[in-house]
């Protein structure tokens, strides 16, 4: 206990990452805290869960706003840097199309302005509505429909290599990890003391919560961070190697669209996933999500079977939408999305020397690399949102 750190990261995950690999090679010693990711065995037991438990998300450059996109394009330019130091592979470049029936479109209109991206970073075209059967003979939509293919890097990256390759980076610069849950954090008027659910405690000048919907329900000495956290429940459709194969060149997909049961459509090409296995990923909103408020029923979301008739409307969504693909077989999985009230991201000083980034409000994976390095930056009172909107991170 008598070492301590220029700074503590709380949060293992997609921001706590690459915010601590920044800072250990920005030079400052550095400890990463929190738990791996749980065994399918130890769930009951388990804590802390992430929705990173993943294979396959949606990465593009175009966002719902200027900084949204400003973050997305800092992300993918850091990719091919972070392939190079980590000699990890996390991301597929088969594009990503944005697809709309519900218009007139504005995120549409505003993309193919140049609004949202400068000209030098865009890199999409626009698709016109009788050249989606043959480009993308693989989808299925029922409505006159506007759409655009992202290009370049754009398609899918892999959350669980992405942190691996981030926790690579850090741990050979230097930097600590320590796989347990935080259960406190004590200003002591110079330092700060940290203590894990197994009775460990450290010291550090400097505290960087990356925490996201947990950060409410722990010990954590800051003020009131208010959060939104939604239930998600998602696809997984099989396929054989084969189909994989042929299915290569699918785009990810973002479907604007509304029906009784669901809205906002996301899919991604079969990618391999830990089993062995297969699977194309879909999601949606479903009309009976719901918005969580205690860690119990969190932990209850994440450990319990799907609801049979959220099964169902996937299960019909995903067979409309691909319905020349013979799935080999169906799960359903459930996840979280924490959105912040301002439904921006959250980067910013909540205490002596405390400082929290989070608030991936559904757009964490693709913004997730740029989100680090600025609450990096945060920390070390630099300048973090030079380029951004004024107030763009604050509480």
Known sequence: MSKIYDVIVIGRGLFGCPAAKYLQMDGLETLLIGPKEPA?????RARVFSSHY???????????????????????????TIEAQSGMHFFGNEGCLYISDLLPDDHFDKA???QLLSKEESDFAIIEEEQLPELFPFFRFRKPSVAYLEKALSGHLNPRRLIEA???????????TVDEVVESVIDKGDIYEVS??????????????ATGVFHPFFGFNTPTIPLEIKTETIALAEVSKEQAAGLQSMPSLLYTCKTETYDEIYAIRPVLYPTGRYFLKLGANLTDDRFLTRIEDIKKWFCS???????????????????????LSFQVKHCIIEYTQ????????VGREQYICTGGNGYGAMCSDAMGRLGALCVQGKDFQEGFSAGFFAL
Do not use: C
Not at 54 to 77: H, M
Not at 166 to 176: A, M, N, R, V, Y
Not at 311 to 326: A, G, N, Q
Not at 342 to 349: A, F, H, V, Y
């Open 166 to 176: 981030q926790l690579k980076i850090f741990t050979e610069s230097g930097g600590e």
């Open 342 to 349: 301002s439904r921006r991201p959250l980067i910013d000083k």
């Open 196 to 209: 894990t659910a197994n009775g460990q405690r450290f010291k550090a000048k400097k505290i960087l919560y």
């Open 305 to 327: 079977p799907p609801l049979p008739q959220q099964e169902e409307v996937l299960k019909k969504m995903t067979v409309e939408l691909f319905p020349t693909i013979p799935f």
């Open 112 to 114: 193919v302005r140049h």
């Open 40 to 44: 399918a065995s130890e769930y009951d």
């Open 54 to 80: 993943d294979s396959g998300r949606v990465t593009r450059k175009i966002g719902k706003t200027k900084d949204w996109s400003r973050l997305n394009a800092q992300t993918q330019a850091a990719f091919k």
